[in-house]
């Protein structure tokens, strides 16, 4: 069964350090996802994209965030300045459609030092 | 936007017995609401879904009720057993509206099922 992928399984980096967790959607899916997790807490969405464009963000995705589908395999999001806040397990998702199951990716543990 | 509250935080169930999950939300233009299963360390994985028209779901060991009126919905799960353990979500999403696709979830259960 076709997953979602995800690289790295775990990032650290320095406050103020630019980072880019990559994730590979499952290949006839048109729309995609990032959520994020902060350790105990519940899943939080952070933004969508369909048709190379931003559909939707949360008030978490301000402008330190961007997202870039590079290639037609790979789906990015890029922290600009990461903060100590910025420490959660980042899953990215995608879904064939609307209103329909997302798959999840395995994560990415991002630690901000 | 919409909001989902869930209950309870924490359930411990003997193995063989119920354990029964609840979920609400606030946002009538929402239509589908996934379940999610989260081993620890693990990606969240859907074990069940139900859609607006429907008011019950089974498969297996598992089912998911709605109630489309109160605005809340139900997960199941009979004979338990110990790989049940895990935190559950549950989540809404609506396919109208300003939200298109946006997964809202639960705080989470986390289950523990005794031998």
């Known amino acids: 069964e076709p997953e979602v992928t995800q690289t790295p399984s775990h990032q650290v980096t320095q406050m103020g350090q630019e980072v880019i967790l990559r994730c590979v959607p499952i290949?006839?899916?048109?729309?995609f996802y990032w959520y994020r997790q902060i350790l105990g807490q519940k899943v939080e969405f952070l933004v969508s994209?369909?048709?190379?464009?931003?559909?939707?963000k949360s008030e978490i995705f301000d402008d330190q965030f961007s997202v870039e589908r590079p290639d037609g395999s790979n789906f990015t999001l890029k922290i600009r300045s990461t903060k100590l806040e910025d420490s959660a397990m980042y899953f990215c998702?995608?879904?064939?459609?609307?209103?329909?199951?997302?798959?999840f990716g395995p994560g990415t543990r991002l630690t901000v030092l | 936007g919409e909001n989902v509250e869930q209950h309870p935080s924490t359930l411990s169930v003997q193995e063989g017995d119920s354990a029964v999950i609840k979920c609400t939300y606030s946002d009538s233009a929402s239509n589908y609401f996934p379940w999610y299963k989260q081993e620890l360390g693990k990606r969240p994985q859907l074990i069940i879904d139900i859609r607006s028209n429907v008011g019950e779901k089974k498969d297996q060991r598992i089912a998911v009720t709605l109630n489309k009126t109160a605005k809340h919905f139900s997960l199941h799960i009979t004979e338990t057993q110990p790989e049940d353990s895990a935190v559950y979500f549950c989540?809404?999403?609506?396919?109208?509206?300003?939200?298109?696709?946006?997964?809202?979830f639960g705080r989470g259960t986390q289950l523990t099922v005794w031998p």
């Open positions: 989540a809404a999403i609506s396919d109208r509206g300003s939200t298109l696709g946006r997964l809202y």
């Open positions: 994209f369909y048709n190379n464009e931003i559909s939707e």
């Open positions: 998702a995608s879904s064939e459609g609307l209103a329909v199951t997302q798959y």
């Open positions: 290949s006839n899916h048109l729309y």
